[in-house]
């Protein structure tokens, strides 16, 4: 099967990148340097890249530009292939993360945790105990991203309860996706939040109170029940 050397696949970026490179660099710390190529440029190439031989280009990436660890995760995320193998290429990606940007478009682009969710699950799982920032990221949120479901929504809460949660973006990731929870699950966002077996850290659930407010799909009358019946609202 054919593909593109990553010479070429430089100059394609080059011919995509824009004005916003030191926008991105700016709201984005911890990455790689930027071209400022829009993340719908990047999809589209990543999806024709998963059409060739995805393979080759998964295991000759440099990946020493943002792009191009973007273009990683994307390519993952597209590729058809069975999932052993996609978890494997996952597996081997993982560790290469360590920015929010391509953290959460690679969950989101996951595509095979649709079709084999119970494989996809129990991958996650044996990063849950993880105390690396974006290992426990990428667990919140591909739980909020392909798990939110009747089938698995009280595996999730009680996942995101237990992650490690002492860095930054891994706690703005589990505040996320209970944010994101309590828009499919109110009911049962509801009663996880007030209850005494909530263990999320204080800045953990204040954050996540906050971004329920802040998404429209929330309704803020959630908000006040819980902190109206929470226990740590409780005046001594």
């Not at 926008?23 to 829009?38: C, E, F, I, M």
């Not at 792009?67 to 978890?87: C, R």
């Not at 990063?127 to 290992?135: A, G, H, I, L, V």
Request: hydrophobic share 40%.
């Amino acid at each position: 099967m054919a593909h593109r050397e990553i010479k070429e696949i430089r100059e394609e970026l080059k011919k995509l990148s824009g004005n916003n490179a030191e926008l991105y660099d700016k709201l984005n710390p911890t990455a790689k340097p930027s071209a400022g190529v829009r993340v719908p440029d990047l999809r589209k190439l990543a999806k024709e890249l998963a059409k060739e031989d995805y393979k080759w280009f998964l295991e000759n990436n440099p990946m020493d530009t943002f792009e191009l660890e973007m273009l990683q995760g994307l390519v993952i995320g597209y590729a058809k292939d069975d999932v052993k193998t996609i978890l494997a290429y996952l597996k081997k990606f993982i560790p290469h993360v360590h920015d929010w940007a391509v953290n959460d478009i690679t969950c989101q682009t996951f595509q095979i945790a649709r079709k084999y969710p119970e494989d996809a699950y129990k991958f996650f799982m044996k990063y849950k105990d993880s105390k690396k920032e974006f290992e426990v990221r990428v667990v919140a949120v591909m739980l909020m991203s392909h798990f939110l479901t009747e089938e698995y929504i009280d595996r999730v809460l009680k996942v995101l309860d237990g992650l490690y949660a002492e860095e930054y973006y891994a706690k703005m990731g589990i505040a996320w996706a209970v944010a994101t929870a309590a828009a499919k699950f109110p009911e049962k966002v509801y009663s996880y939040m007030i209850s005494t077996e909530n263990h999320l850290s204080d800045w953990t659930f204040q954050k996540s109170l906050q971004k329920m407010r802040e998404s429209y799909r929330v309704d803020n009358t959630l908000v006040d029940k819980i902190k109206a019946e929470c226990h740590r609202f409780d005046k001594a």
